[in-house]
T-cell receptor
């Protein structure tokens, strides 16, 4: 149980375009989802916390207008990278917390590799 | 705010040898502690976690970790390493009285020689 999927697993886009990444909890309802960014050989950096039905909470230094997060249902959160640039190329990972345990234990998706050319 | 230090960037061991990956945390109270493993190009898999109780925690794949409050440590161990254990290992700490969102260490890359 507690499976989280991400789609796509990898994407290549041209500079200036937007790309959407989906994060789904497959067998549980997630009131809270988290979005992380990971640069090569580095740790995960929390970008934002996404709560179903409300606005996401962004970490300091993360541009909310560039990284649009929508959590429209209890099983789906999306991250849209708007007007992508090469420096946005990274590995994006989402995770979901089970209601009542949100954050105490997170289940991670397999990640999405974004390359902006 | 909490923080976590993984002092070793790389660890190289021979297959069959024992393993210990170090993790030190900074937090004013008893934290929630986690170890995750990440294979190349993959997401994170939880190996084990500590919330309270027995300070020696057993996890999946033969891993264990021991919470030592006096040393602010949560080192990961395995008695006999397999080649498939080669991966990136992340220690994480979350505040027990806060938002529970974990803070990750920078990771330790495990290299296994045949």
């Amino acid at each position: 149980g507690a499976v989280v999927s991400q789609h796509p697993s990898w994407v290549i886009c041209k500079s200036g375009t937007s790309v959407k990444i989906e994060c789904r909890s497959l067998d549980f309802q997630a009131t809270t989802m988290f979005w992380y960014r990971q640069f090569p050989k580095q740790s995960l950096m929390l970008m934002a916390t996404s709560n179903e039905g409300s606005k996401a909470t962004y970490e300091q230094g993360v541009e909310k207008d560039k990284f649009l997060i929508n959590h429209a249902s209890l099983t789906l959160s999306t991250l849209t990278v708007t007007s992508a640039h090469p420096e946005d190329s990274s590995f994006y990972i989402c995770s979901a917390g089970i209601p009542g345990l949100a954050g105490r234990e997170q289940y991670f998706g397999p990640g999405t590799r974004l390359t902006v050319t | 705010a909490q923080s976590v230090t993984q002092p070793d960037i790389h660890i190289t061991v021979s297959e069959g040898a024992s393993l210990e990956l170090r993790c030190n945390y900074s937090y004013g109270a008893t934290p929630y502690l986690f170890w995750y493993v990440q294979s190349p190009g993959q997401g994170l898999q939880l190996l084990l976690k500590y919330f309270s109780g027995d300070t020696l925690v057993q996890g999946i794949k033969g891993f264990e970790a021991e919470f030592k409050r006096s040393q602010s440590s949560f080192n990961l161990r395995k008695p006999s390493v397999h080649w498939s254990d080669a991966a990136e290992y992340f220690c994480a700490v979350a505040a027990s009285g806060g938002s529970y969102i974990p803070t990750f260490g920078r990771g330790t890359s495990l290299i296994v020689h045949p």
